[in-house]
């Protein structure tokens, strides 16, 4: 039973959980490191949370015995073609929200990839040659960072469909 498909989805969505749980004691918290402390349970969540989305296609996958069913991507499992050689119904709604930047899963996918980009910082061309070579900068332009409510909203809609797609795949 443990090494069931569905218990790394189950567990992903566990961990997500709890790194939100530990994100808001950190946002309460008086530390001298809360911004460092919420950041990590931030990236921590969303690792989680992409893990958990992760499971869910494996779980598909597995049950419909795909190729690529062991893929460590999501982007591989979500890919047009792989669905057209082996269409699903569970696959097509994946697809179909990962395909437009304004659902919960495109903006998690987005999320998850700039997770792995260094910091950009914006290059100014210098005008005036009597400016000095080194002058001190303020990096303004901050991302805007993800809300704790936004990832726990995220990690309800892993949750909901997973269950709606457990129904639809079991045999009776």
Request: one cysteine or more; proline letters at 6%.
């Amino acid at each position: 039973m443990a090494n069931e498909l569905y218990t790394r989805t189950n567990q992903k969505i566990f961990y997500a959980g709890l790194s939100l749980e530990s994100w808001r004691k950190a946002q309460e918290s008086q530390a001298m490191n809360v911004q460092g402390l919420v950041q990590a349970e931030r990236e921590a969540t969303l690792f989680h949370l992409y893990g958990a989305v992760l499971g869910l296609c494996h779980e598909i996958a597995g049950y419909y015995r795909l190729p690529n069913s062991q893929s460590p991507q999501i982007e591989v499992l979500l890919d047009s073609s792989m669905l057209e050689a082996a269409p699903s119904p569970e696959f097509s709604e994946l697809v179909e929200l990962a395909g437009h930047s304004e659902t919960w899963l495109a903006q998690l996918l987005e999320a998850y990839k700039a997770l792995h980009k260094p910091p950009q910082m914006q290059h100014k061309a210098k005008v005036d040659p009597t400016t000095p070579l080194i002058e001190a900068i303020s990096i303004d332009p901050q991302p805007e960072l993800l809300e704790r409510e936004t990832l726990e909203a995220w990690r309800k809609q892993i949750t909901a469909l997973a269950r709606r797609f457990r129904e639809s795949l079991s045999e009776w």
